[in-house]
């Protein structure tokens, strides 16, 4: 059956994958977002659903002054035994550490903190029950891949530390799994830094701690030598079988929007097919030569599973069954619980945060904290930019914002984002458009609100596309997103001004779509909408 690539669009990088019965989880970096590593769950591969957070405590997960793309790198999710465990490392507190719990829909234990430094952290349960970590770590002075024996319920470390790996010749050894399969204890990990030259390898051994022998074809997965693919940085891989016996491998990479080689969605989850030649070696894809696609053809299990019967069509120029996804997003507020895509940056103050229920109103309460300062938590919540080419509308009640901005952004942090908003100052209410890049801010238009225009409410658009975001409003005395009204344009911004490649730091993130306030309230109805329009890559 055809599919799309990625599986999970938008910022969602370093994933990580199990499999219960025919059910599949799967997790991913969060950084300095909260709360931290969400649960994805599917029976096809392809249909995703939110269904939590493994991190949604502060006792969980402590973001005080996190620096952009700190916070929690790289999860790792495994089922032993009727107890699901995440282990990850939080690069802001105090490193590597392991949660754990019984009902993947319940809360997760606290931290149980492993004293081993490094990142990517990952656990595995050989034949006689003895589990096993590795990460990336230092030992007698040489980096690598660091394995021992663990307590995965407590942290407590049960053996000698072991360096099983340098790699296999690329920069940035990272991201370990190790599998057992035949009799071979298979190391996968990511090299090459998780950038244009990102790629992932394979090694194996008859013994868990080596010596471990290179795949012949290694990498098993790169774009490094494919520019001309739009998909790029393919690599943090994570394999998993399914019930019908097929391997499958899930893996991050980036849709560069130019060929200028930048990407302003973020590092996101893709899924390819995986068989094993005849000496036993993973070849992923199709064309033996690691290479992916944005449409592939699999067998993907869950066939006669409820979202694969209501999300398959029949493409019209292969006469193949094709399996859909939709990622549009529709955020409703009439509840008292945030919508699970919303995040928070850092550690929130949930007093900041009214959800009206009964009049499906959110309210934000707006500091000093405003969406340039570096480190800190601004009233803001925030959720993934998808695709390329999407329309966003929302809505402020303009006599209840009394804030001195409050509105909508395109957001990356704190250095880069644009945004609409009403603003209050000296002179009485109005509607401005911001820009910021690097270390400049600029308001680049400001229109009064005149006295004798008694609208209501502030009707506000985003349009983006491959080249930039285009940021409109309307005045209305209703809050109906999809009311036939006559917007105007506002400003622009660039698609390169949220890239990843042109932050002043190294950063792992990507563009969300963004409510906020500052300096007092904001109140937004009728939810959020964005819809997906229609991308040529995506048409066969």
Not at 113 to 123: A, F, K, N, R
Request: hydrophobic residues 35%; contains cysteine; aromatic residues 12%.
């Amino acid at each position: 059956m055809l599919f799309k690539n990625p599986i999970i669009p938008g910022y969602n990088p370093d994933p990580s994958i199990c499999r219960v019965g025919k059910d599949f989880y799967l997790v991913n970096s969060t950084f300095e977002f909260f709360p931290g590593v969400p649960i994805y769950h599917s029976q096809n591969l392809v249909n995703w659903k939110l269904i939590g957070y493994c991190l949604t405590r502060r006792s969980q997960l402590e973001l005080e002054d996190c620096r952009n793309s700190g916070g929690i790198y790289a999860p790792t999710i495994r089922w032993h035994n009727g107890i699901f465990y995440m282990i990850t490392t939080n690069v802001t507190d105090k490193g590597n550490f392991v949660v754990h719990t019984d009902d993947i829909n319940g809360e997760w234990s606290d931290p149980a903190w492993i004293d081993q430094g490094g990142i990517d952290p990952s656990l595995f349960w050989d034949d006689d029950e003895r589990c096993y970590y590795c990460s990336t770590g230092t030992l007698d002075g040489v980096r690598g891949i660091v394995a021992f024996e663990i307590n995965p319920l407590t942290g407590e470390i049960l053996s000698d530390k072991h360096l099983i790996s340098t790699g296999c010749g690329g920069q940035c050894a990272e991201g370990p799994h190790i599998y057992k399969k035949d009799g071979w204890y298979y190391l996968m990990i990511a090299e090459g830094g998780t950038e244009y030259a990102h790629r992932e390898t394979i090694q194996r051994s008859k013994a868990i701690y080596g010596p471990y022998t290179p795949c012949p074809h290694n990498p098993i997965i790169s774009h490094k030598e494919y520019k001309k693919s739009e998909i790029q940085a393919t690599g943090h891989a994570d394999l998993v079988s399914d019930e019908n016996g097929n391997w499958w491998l899930v893996f991050l990479g980036i849709r560069r929007f130019s060929h200028a080689l930048l990407h302003n969605l973020g590092r996101e989850t893709f899924l390819a097919p995986v068989s094993w030649d005849e000496d036993g070696w993973p070849v992923v894809g199709y064309n033996g030569n690691g290479t992916i696609e944005l449409i592939m053809d699999a067998p993907l299990p869950g066939a006669d599973c409820a979202d694969t019967l209501a999300n398959t069509r029949i493409d019209e120029k292969t006469g193949l069954p094709m399996l859909f996804a939709d990622h549009s997003v529709n955020i409703d507020f009439h509840s008292a619980e945030p919508d699970k895509r919303l995040q928070f940056t850092r550690n929130p103050d949930m007093s900041h945060y009214n959800f009206n229920s009964s009049d499906g109103t959110l309210t934000l309460t707006g500091t000093d904290i405003t969406l340039n300062e570096p480190g800190k938590s601004p009233t803001i919540l925030s959720f993934k930019q998808p695709e390329f080419t999407t329309t966003l509308t929302a809505c402020l009640n303009i006599d209840k914002s009394d804030a001195g901005r409050a509105g909508v952004a395109a957001y990356y942090n704190n250095d880069y984002h644009y945004e609409i908003y009403i603003g209050n100052d000296e002179n009485g209410k109005y509607i401005g458009f911001y820009k910021h890049i690097h270390d400049m801010g600029a308001e680049i238009a400001h229109i009064p609100m005149t006295a004798g225009d008694n609208s209501s409410h502030l009707l506000v658009k985003i349009d983006t596309d491959r080249e930039k975001y285009t940021f409109s409003y309307a005045l209305s005395d209703t809050p109906n997103l999809n009311a036939r009204i006559a917007y105007k344009t506002i400003g622009s911004g660039l698609n390169a001004g949220l890239s990843t490649e042109g932050t002043r730091t190294m950063t792992f993130t990507g563009t969300l779509f963004s409510l906020f306030a500052e300096n007092g309230l904001g109140t937004f109805e009728n939810g959020v909408q964005l819809v997906i329009n229609p991308d040529e890559n995506y048409k066969l």
